[in-house]
């Protein structure tokens, strides 16, 4: 009675509280060597702005605070909202009465470990890139005069500065410091990718382990000779051959900043950390899906023109693009929950 | 037989110009860095003028090597795993060298005389 066999081995697996499900799904565990994905608890800081309480509830009231524009409709959250992964959901940003930008508002997840910042890489720090958005004509378009002289007299920012930075001004400084100080505290660092590297082996499913090994080999996605651990990120810059930079004067990214050849169209790394909160992709939104990026990678991307030399046709299975999806899905750290600040009254 | 002096100015700085070569060769030394892990395998190095620097990638992703620095302006291009790029140091100075695809990898070369 061959037809019986499945059956009475799944009432005898079953009796035994182990299911065929778990045992397809029984992922390998994590070895030394993937432990250097795992991240240091904090980022790095600067020795002039240690993190302190008070320079982080200073730093999180001026970045959820719209006063910060000249139309006072558009705060740093507006297009880095926790709402969004730390980002805003659109395909390219929208700054000025909804001027629609060029590029994507990249998410403040983990950017405090980042060693460079932006797109294109113009800022190095946190604290060079925070005055940049409020300085804009296109972005919070803010007169910075008129911005530091109603701080000084609003009685809760002016007790907020001299806790947070004592006995020095309010001004550029002081004000890019406080909201790089809590950008710092904007971490992902307990997805089940790293649970799984700290030694839970079913943290991750075992085709999220798979996804994992296929980013990582050379001979298949070699998404990590640029997505390089512990962030997901090697603070380069790629052309990775989008569309877009095959249409007239595109965007030449990195190029505008250092003017080598093999950086036109060269955008900055991102990393990957809550990368399934920050959809569509690219620096220029083109992608609506985590699918489609690997679609895009596996195809060698579509303009070949100063394309990358780490871009390159993969022939990676459709099974196998999916499980590279279902891994990055594993890098999302789970909703804590936040206070927002109370920001003064006008 | 017509004597040129024009000729013989052309044929003069011929003969200087091979004689120049001739010894910056024979004098010129070939340093070989490695960029390994992200960095160069050397912060700073002193070299002579005529003198060669290779930059051989030992990393299993793209370089560039790149320097826009008065006394060398060059660009070498990307490279992958195993690939290596030489340029000549022809002038004094000092020149910044950078990775343009990883902006931490940076190292300085002193040009001497």
Not at chain 1, 290 to 309: C, F, I, K, M, P
Not at chain 2, 69 to 94: H, N, R, Y
Request: aromatic share 8%; hydrophobic share 40%.
């Amino acid at each position: 009675m061959n037809w019986m066999r499945p059956w009475a081995l799944a009432l005898c697996l079953s009796s035994l509280g182990w299911s065929a499900a778990e045992a397809v799904d029984d992922p390998q565990p994590a070895t030394a060597q993937d432990r250097q994905w795992l991240l240091p608890d904090l980022p790095p800081h600067p020795d002039d702005n240690a993190p302190t309480t008070a320079r982080i509830e200073l730093g999180k009231m001026l970045f959820f605070d719209a006063r910060l524009s000249s139309e006072r409709n558009l705060s740093c959250a507006g297009c880095h909202s926790p709402l969004y992964g730390w980002s805003d959901g659109l395909g390219t940003a929208k700054g000025f009465r909804s001027k629609v930008l060029g590029r994507a508002s990249p998410t403040i997840v983990n950017s405090g470990y980042n060693t460079i910042q932006m797109w294109d890489g113009r800022r190095a720090t946190l604290e060079h890139q925070a005055m940049g958005p409020m300085e804009s004509m296109d972005e919070m378009a803010m007169n910075l005069d008129a911005l530091f002289a109603w701080l000084a007299v609003n009685p809760s920012y002016r007790a907020a500065f001299a806790a947070a930075y004592p006995g020095e001004a309010i001004d550029k400084t002081t004000t890019s410091k406080a909201i790089a100080a809590f950008e710092r505290t904007v971490i992902s660092n307990d997805s089940p990718f790293d649970r799984w590297l700290r030694g839970d082996r079913h943290a991750m499913t075992a085709r999220q382990v798979n996804g994992f090994r296929l980013f990582s080999d050379p001979n298949k996605g070699n998404c990590a000779g640029c997505h390089q651990a512990p962030n997901f990120t090697d603070n380069g810059f790629h052309n990775v051959g989008l569309a877009s930079y095959g249409q007239e004067n595109p965007d030449v990214g990195r190029f505008a900043i250092k003017p080598v050849s093999s950086l036109k169209g060269a955008f900055k790394t991102p990393t990957l950390r809550d990368v399934a909160l920050t959809a569509p992709y690219f620096h220029d939104g083109s992608a609506k899906t985590l699918l489609d990026v690997v679609a895009h990678y596996n195809r060698g991307g579509e303009v070949r023109t100063n394309l990358s030399t780490s871009v390159k046709p993969l022939s990676l299975s459709k099974d196998e693009m999916r499980d590279i999806v279902s891994f990055m899905e594993a890098l999302t750290t789970p909703a804590k929950p936040f206070t927002l600040p109370q920001l003064p009254a006008n | 037989m017509q004597f040129h002096p024009q000729w013989a100015t052309v044929g003069a700085i011929i003969v200087a110009a091979i004689g120049l070569f001739t010894s910056l060769s024979a004098d010129a030394a070939e340093h070989v860095l490695a960029q390994k892990g992200k960095a160069f395998s050397v912060k700073k190095l002193q070299v002579k003028v005529g003198d060669t620097v290779k930059f051989v990638n030992e990393d299993p992703f793209a370089h560039n090597v790149f320097s826009l620095s008065d006394a060398k302006s060059f660009d070498l291009g990307s490279f992958g795993q195993g690939g290596s790029k030489t340029v000549t140091l022809d002038k004094p100075g000092t020149v910044e060298v950078e990775c343009a695809v990883h902006p931490d990898m940076r190292m300085v070369i002193e040009v001497g005389k």
